[in-house]
């Protein structure tokens, strides 16, 4: 049964999603956001440093390597903001590079309070930074953090990573107008974009030999096992990442290899799976330096600066709300 800490609000929410996702017509899926709890997120964490995933690595590269520039294309004061902010291993270049210059309060924005936890750990002691995590959706945090800025304060939102990726293309230019409609002309947004390279490089970053990424799909099941009462057997799925040409993404999926059931009570629901048929879990979209600009543009901001890694095709694009 659900576990006794977990709040009502959660699992009625968690619940809900599993039901709508996994009984779509013609392909189930899960959200991905559910990738990362206590389990997924450690899980995640030793994905980055495993030598097939040379995306964290590339854009800590960028980070560190441009951090100054970046800040000195902005002006003062500076409040920041950042989405999905994980252990913020990485943020920590760009809060010293503002540290420099004036006093700075950095607000992650993390659904996982264990991930925030690991933050406030990493980022406390840095000189003239003062920490306040929102444990939000991300748009929901953005607005508390807009809402709560003086008169004069500038606003840079975080979105490391390739998060963006998460989502489909329709769905990011959605996404990337909602934080702008949140935003003032003036604020930024730092955005960090996965760039297309050999689809096999691509492939082996999802599907690492080790297994972790294996694991880090398949928690997401036992996550459901341990919260929401179900039952799926996880020896008899298989992880799976494959290139989707037409879209330009990896898509992970878990497959099923019998045809089997399993009963999720808190979702009042019972699904049948045929041997082979998936559960598509996350997709992560591939870009064109190219194609930022553009899309920075139809959202309302104008790309200021890019930065690419060479070793690892990506891309760090500072983007200026119009």
Not at 155 to 173: C, H, K, M, P, Q
Request: aromatic share 8%.
């Amino acid at each position: 049964m659900p576990t006794p800490a977990l709040s009502l609000q959660h699992v009625s929410e968690f619940a809900a999603d599993v039901r709508e996702s996994l009984t779509k017509p013609g392909q189930r899926e899960l959200p991905s956001k559910y990738l990362y709890d206590e389990v997924g997120s450690a899980l995640f964490e030793a994905i980055c440093v495993l030598p097939e995933y040379g995306l964290t690595r590339a854009d800590t590269r960028l980070l560190k390597e441009y951090s100054a520039e970046i800040v000195g294309r902005l002006p003062s004061p500076l409040r920041v903001a950042e989405l999905g902010s994980g252990s913020g291993k990485k943020t920590r270049w760009i809060l010293e590079a503002l540290s420099r210059r004036q006093i700075t309060y950095y607000y992650p924005i993390e659904i996982s309070p264990h991930a925030l936890a690991a933050l406030e750990k990493e980022l406390a002691q840095i000189d003239m930074v003062s920490v306040v995590g929102y444990e939000q959706p991300y748009l929901e945090g953005l607005r508390s953090v807009a809402e709560g800025r003086g008169d004069r304060d500038h606003v840079l939102v975080l979105f490391l990573g390739s998060t963006i990726g998460n989502f489909d293309r329709e769905a990011g230019d959605l996404f990337l107008r909602d934080v702008r409609a949140t935003l003032r002309p003036g604020d930024a947004l730092l955005l960090g974009t996965d760039l297309e390279k050999a689809v096999e490089l691509q492939l082996l970053a999802y599907d690492d030999p080790a297994g972790v990424t294996a694991a880090f799909n398949l928690n997401v099941l036992a996550r459901i096992n341990r919260e929401l009462g179900a039952d799926f057997d996880l020896a008899s799925f298989r992880h799976e990442a494959r290139w989707n040409y037409a879209d330009r993404r990896i898509e992970m999926h878990l497959r099923s290899t019998c045809r089997q059931s399993a009963c999720i009570p808190a979702a009042n629901l019972r699904i049948v799976l045929n041997e082979d048929e998936t559960i598509w879990t996350e997709s992560s979209h591939k870009y064109k330096a190219e194609e930022i600009p553009e899309m920075a543009e139809r959202a309302g901001f104008r790309c200021d600066a890019q930065w690419i890694d060479e070793e690892w095709p990506f891309a760090q694009n500072l983007l200026l709300a119009e």
